[in-house]
């Protein structure tokens, strides 16, 4: 009997030094996230007990990403013009160095009231920068720094972004220079209410840390190429509590270009007026689909006018890209000059229609021009243009359009009137904006500026003082 029990005893001590054995050499079925190894498939058990292996496409770390957006990455400080606020000390924030001889790309609220301008490379190298050009409503501005060889950024496709995907913001929070933060795309396309009435707001909303001095530095993708401009973030506190937006690369491009080419943004306008596709709008419309913009009136003579729109189409997708917001349709469009041929798909009484439209400028013309807005101007008081192809063809001379004139200024204190067009400087020929401004920017003292009202003969001089 003993005998017996000492033989059963052994028998399952046995069979459990081999279970033991089995199931430590045994590959087991699941790896917990934090230990799952970083270069072998992951096992992913199904409740019908199915296996299948995949191997992970997402980067185990930002390493590389890092380094490539750091050395395209620039400290910015901004000293103010006015004595007042340079007690208060200097604002910074952040940049993109855009091409290889010093073109860096920032924030319009990052430099805006600056005297001067400094540029601090991830190399610890410093530079002065002068500003070309800067365009308020969308929150860019375009510097340049005298420097070669420069490594700098390459842009991606904003459109191709996909919500949940891995992005890094690079700046500069708080003055801790070339910080990198991580976070995904948690939506695109969004309004925030945040620039000029004319500015187009499509701003790619992340959950990257973004922080005051953050400001024009880059959001990039796990390439480390740019996809965005970091510009604002929504807080009760004023810093960083989980949003943060910036501007797409595809419409940042397009402006940065024309800054760079033309000084300022060259826009094209359909001449319509929207309202976005909601459920309701649909149904009582008959749309399959909910999407696009309705719209409202259309401008006579402009360019959706010209191409057939009326009121109650409704727009699906501009060059066959679709969108399912007023944001995202401005920003399509906002990539777009006066000149330009787009197509536009439709919707009118249930039948899909495409048509082209040619968009106009401001003026309701093909040609580049643009109402100056730079700070200069607007503290002196008016805003001024370059005249059209078509008015310099009815003028009888060449010159500068005011377009507004603010009447508690120093023009305005002058009781010149909008539709002045200023011909001289100081007794200086003046033919466009760009020549009057350089002139401006280095005078001291008295200014006299001469021209005439289009429908009056005589001339007039207007006389303030710079000091």
């Not at 899909?352 to 040609?367: G, H, I, K, P, S």
């Amino acid at each position: 009997m003993k005998g017996g029990i000492k033989i059963l005893l052994s028998s399952i001590l046995t069979a459990c030094v081999c279970f033991a054995i089995f199931k430590y050499f045994e590959e087991p079925d699941v790896y917990y996230i934090n230990q799952a190894p970083t270069t072998q498939p992951v096992h992913i058990v199904h409740t019908e007990q199915n296996t299948s292996s995949i191997n992970s496409i997402v980067p185990t770390d930002f390493v590389d990403a890092s380094k490539i957006g750091k050395k395209s990455s620039v400290y910015i400080k901004a000293i103010p013009k006015s004595k007042s606020k340079r007690l208060l000390g200097a604002s910074s924030g952040s940049g993109i160095i855009i091409s290889q001889d010093g073109y860096i790309a920032t924030n319009n609220h990052v430099i805006e009231g600056a005297g001067e301008i400094e540029v601090l490379l991830d190399n610890n190298r410093e530079y002065s920068a002068k500003l070309i050009g800067a365009d308020p409503s969308n929150d860019l501005a375009l510097l340049k720094i005298e420097a070669d060889n420069l490594e700098y950024a390459t842009f991606s496709d904003s459109d191709s972004l996909e919500v949940g995907e891995w992005v890094l913001a690079i700046g500069n929070p708080f003055g801790l220079q070339f910080t990198v933060t991580a976070g995904i795309v948690s939506a695109k396309s969004r309004n925030i209410s945040m620039l000029e009435k004319s500015g187009i707001e499509s701003f790619i909303q992340t959950d990257a840390a973004v922080n005051p001095g953050n400001s024009g530095g880059a959001l990039i993708n796990t390439k480390g190429e740019v996809v965005g401009v970091n510009s604002a973030i929504i807080a009760n506190s004023g810093k960083y509590e989980g949003y943060s937006f910036a501007i797409p690369s595809n419409l940042a491009q397009k402006i940065l270009f024309d800054l760079r080419n033309y000084g300022v943004v060259q826009r094209g306008w359909l001449g319509i007026s929207m309202i976005e596709v909601t459920d309701k709008k649909a149904k009582e419309l008959g749309l399959s689909i909910v999407n696009g913009v309705v719209v409202v009136s259309v401008n006579k003579d402009g360019a959706a006018y010209d191409a057939g729109l009326k009121k109650g189409d409704v727009i699906t997708s501009i060059n066959e890209i679709p969108f399912s917001s007023s944001s995202q349709f401005m920003e399509i469009v906002g990539r777009y000059r006066p000149g330009d041929t787009i197509n536009i798909e439709y919707v009118r009484e249930g039948e899909y229609t495409v048509t082209e439209a040619l968009l106009r400028n401001q003026l309701n013309t093909t040609d580049f021009v643009a109402i100056r807005k730079d700070e200069f101007l607007t503290e002196l008081g008016f805003e001024l243009r370059d005249l059209s192809d078509e008015e310099l063809g009815n003028v009888r001379e060449k010159g500068i359009y005011v377009v507004s004139v603010n009447r508690n200024s120093k023009i305005g204190r002058t009781n010149m009137d909008p539709g002045y067009i200023i011909t001289k400087i100081n007794k200086k020929r003046v033919e466009n904006v760009t020549e009057l401004l350089e002139i401006l920017k280095k005078q001291k003292g008295q200014v006299i500026l001469e021209g005439f009202y289009e429908h009056h003969p005589d001339y007039f001089p207007y006389a303030f003082t710079i000091n």
